[in-house]
């Protein structure tokens, strides 16, 4: 549905988004995440055709970006990252204008169809200068969606939010992977990414990552074994003599070791635990949060972001 | 429906429900007018040829109105989607460049013409009831296609000119002030015709006109060159 390929902009002298290759599989939500200026927006520009890339190519629910951007508009709905509309006119003119414009058959219809989804529809007579934050967001979604488009992008669609609001918008986008449509979310909330995508494209300029969130952080934790002792000792860390064993440090109450291969190493790091006196109370995977795995990944190296 | 009526349609609504551009709009019309009217009152009982003097010099407020008309209905038009952050989501939908610009301009260019019409109709009516008929020799050749062919040049002019500065700046006051210079170019004739009364000529008409061709075709090319996607995008404050 979404297939990128070196895709690259640069702003004069800057790489906004630097050879982004990516793939969006039909009724799947894929997470783009990313530091302020990673090139979220950027990119997004660059699928609804807003912004020529400079080089690379992508097609979009079937249409080439560079050769028809009128198909690939007419099929995409955006949702972008300070959306606006015509305050003094009514929530129903405001998104009646934009079914129009995609030439929805029935446009009244889908409006009346989308404000009551999202629980507008009582509020539908009134301008758009009298809504919250949060209901603007949800028109805003309303409007994304009206002329019911196979691909949507979501630009923070929660930054900003109260808490309530925000947890709202999140559970209605749930919702829409459930439609067969396909989804590309940009955020810098972990947590959002790690609740509604399938896949998660982690991006600074460059892509350094692409992966299910468990993926990712079993991917980047995966060899490190946490050991609780109750006779906690610093030579147990020193003494291990075991090849497969990389490091091994003293925590507060036991051991942090990082093994080549936990499946395979885990029996005879224990057994030689046990014969160097230690007792053990607790062995168990480092697992580590998601959060801990795109800070190593983003926290990289020039500092650009 | 047509993408073009939609936006124009869209356009009209929104500037209906702005009170001071509505106004704006239409009070220009009506002290012009009515400053029109006022001249010719007062050329009651005079000989022809000085009714006929005065009448000339109330024509050339229908010069000025094209341009000004416009001014606000343009800045408003652009300015207003900048500040409401309305241009992402509409350059997302499947307009095109064109349409953009295209529907952005009649929405000012229209009503301009209309109202300066309209105007200088009910301007006549009421001369030729204030003076007993119109005066000879006042709505010659050179006055009509003033009316009829520099007014519109002159409508385009001025929204073109408000569309442009209105993309380099997010601030309406700023806008309609720079804007209002596109009346000088009306001023030109105006000092030729006041200087010289009744003498609007065949040619100074023809040569406004060409010189309102040239430069609303400039105009129209810097402008076609601004509303692109990603001039719009990127490089409008
Ligand atoms: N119109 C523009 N002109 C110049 N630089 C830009 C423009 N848009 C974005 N950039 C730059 O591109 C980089 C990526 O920006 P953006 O895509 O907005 O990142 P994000 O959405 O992830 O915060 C930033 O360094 C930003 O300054
Ligand atoms: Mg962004």
């Keep these: 549905m979404i297939h990128a390929e070196e895709l690259t902009r640069r702003f004069g002298d800057r790489t906004a988004v630097d050879a982004l290759t990516l793939d969006a599989r039909e009724g799947e939500i894929l997470g783009l995440l990313g530091p302020n200026g990673a090139g979220k927006t950027t990119t997004v520009r660059m699928l609804a055709c807003l912004l020529a890339p400079t080089s690379g190519r992508a097609s979009v629910a079937g249409h080439d970006i560079r050769e028809a951007a009128p ?26 204008f934009f079914a129009e414009l995609y030439g929805v058959p029935a446009p009244r219809e889908a409006v009346q169809r989308y404000l009551k989804r999202l629980g507008l529809w009582e509020r539908r007579a009134e301008a758009v200068a009298t809504l919250s934050k949060g209901l603007r967001q949800r028109l805003a979604l309303a409007r994304a969606l009206v002329h019911e488009p196979k691909v949507l992008f979501l630009d923070e669609p929660t930054s900003g939010l109260d808490p309530e609001s925000a947890r709202d918008v999140r559970q209605f986008i749930g919702e829409l992977a459930s439609e067969r449509r396909t989804v590309l979310l940009c955020t810098h909330n972990l947590a959002e990414a790690e609740e509604l995508c399938a896949r998660i494209a982690v991006l600074r300029t460059r892509l350094l990552a692409l992966d299910r969130p468990d993926e990712l952080k079993r991917r980047m934790s995966g060899s490190r074994v946490a050991i609780g002792l109750r006779n906690p000792r610093s030579e147990f860390a020193t003494a291990l003599g075991l090849p497969f064993v990389r490091t091994a440090e003293l925590v507060h109450d036991g051991l942090s070791v990082e093994v080549a291969d936990p499946e395979r190493d885990v029996p005879a790091l224990v057994r030689r635990l046990v014969e160097l ?21 983003v926290g990289g190296d020039d500092g650009a972001a | 429906m047509g993408r073009l ?6 356009e009209w609504e929104e500037l209906r429900k702005i009170k001071m551009v509505l106004y704006g709009a239409l009070f220009l019309p009506l002290l012009m007018g009515g400053l029109a009217g ?40 652009i300015v207003g989607e900048k500040e409401q ?13 064109w349409e953009i610009f295209v529907g952005k301009a009649l929405v000012a260019v229209l009503p301009a013409i209309g109202l300066t019409w309209a105007v200088f109709g009910l301007f006549l009516a009421a001369a030729h009831i204030i003076l ?11 006055w009509l296609l003033s009316i009829f062919v520099l007014s519109p040049l002159l409508a385009v002019f001025g929204v073109l000119v408000s569309m442009l500065i209105s993309s380099r700046t997010s601030d309406p006051r700023a806008a309609y002030q720079f804007s209002g210079l596109a009346v000088v170019p009306t001023l030109i004739p105006l000092i030729v015709y006041s200087v010289q009364l009744t003498a609007v000529n065949f040619l100074l008409v023809i040569l406004e006109g060409g010189i309102l061709v040239l430069l609303d075709g ?20």
Excluded: C, H
């Design chain 2, 85 to 97: 952050g309305t241009l992402e989501p509409l350059l997302a939908t499947p307009l095109t460049d």
């Design chain 2, 38 to 77: 006022f001249m010719v009152w007062q050329g009651q009982g005079l000989p022809p040829e000085a009714q006929a003097a005065l009448f000339n010099t109330a024509l050339m407020y229908f010069l000025i109105l094209p341009v000004m008309i416009p001014v606000t209905l343009a800045v408003y038009s």
């Design chain 1, 71 to 96: 198909q690939v508009r007419g099929s995409v709905g955006i949702l972008t990252e300070s959306p606006g509309f015509y305050k003094r006119l009514t929530l129903e003119r405001n998104l009646r």
């Design chain 2, 132 to 142: 007993d008929g119109i005066p000879p020799g006042v709505l010659t050749l050179p």
């Design chain 1, 277 to 297: 006196g230690a007792e053990i109370r607790s062995v168990a995977r480092d697992e580590r949060t998601l959060e801990d795995v795109y800070l190593e990944l």
């Design chain 2, 5 to 10: 009526r939609v936006l124009v349609a869209k």
């Design chain 2, 218 to 237: 400039l105009f129209l090319y810097l402008a076609v060159k601004l509303f692109r996607r990603e001039e719009i995008l990127t490089r409008w404050k």
